[in-house]
Nanobody, 125 residues
Framework: QVQLVESGGGLVQAGGSLRLSCAAS????????MGWFRQVPGKEREFVAV????????FYADSVTGRFTISRDNAKNTVYLQMNSLKPEDTANYYC??????????????????WGQGTQVTVSS
C-alpha cells in the first residue's frame, strides 16, 4: 500500500492558478503511474490526468487539456497538478491515486488503488 497526502487546494478567482501536490509514502513511488481525479458532491469521481512511472508520458481529460499539467518528482515521491486558467466548473475535491497499469491508459476510478484524502479547490466567478 501507498499512503498519499494531497495539499495545495484553496479558493481562487476564475482565470487564476493553483498547484496541487501529492506526497507518497510506503511502497516505491516509481512503481506506479499516478493519476488525479476530482469529485463534486452528488456526482461520480471524474478523471483529470495521469502520468507514467518515469514522468515522460501524460494523458488528460478533454476538459482540462491545455490548462492543467501533471508532473512528478520521483526523488521527492511527489506528483503535482499545475492548474492554470481555472474556471468555476473546476471547483471540486481533488484526489491523487496510484495505478499499476502497463499498457493503455487507465482512466476509471476502479483501476486505481491507493487514494489520498483529497484537497478542495474552489474557483469563484
Amino acid at each position: 500500500q501507498v499512503q498519499l497526502v494531497e495539499s495545495g487546494g484553496g479558493l481562487v478567482q476564475a482565470g487564476g492558478s493553483l498547484r496541487l501536490s501529492c506526497a507518497a509514502s510506503g511502497r516505491t513511488f516509481s512503481d506506479y503511474r499516478m493519476g488525479w481525479f476530482r469529485q463534486v458532491p452528488g456526482k461520480e469521481r471524474e478523471f483529470v490526468a495521469v502520468i507514467s512511472r518515469g514522468g515522460g508520458s501524460t494523458f488528460y481529460a478533454d476538459s482540462v487539456t491545455g490548462r492543467f499539467t501533471i508532473s512528478r518528482d520521483n526523488a521527492k515521491n511527489t506528483v503535482y497538478l499545475q492548474m492554470n486558467s481555472l474556471k468555476p466548473e473546476d471547483t471540486a475535491n481533488y484526489y491523487c491515486a496510484t495505478n499499476a497499469g502497463w499498457s493503455a491508459w487507465n482512466t476509471g476510478p476502479a483501476d486505481f488503488g491507493s487514494w489520498g484524502q483529497g484537497t478542495q479547490v474552489t474557483v469563484s466567478s
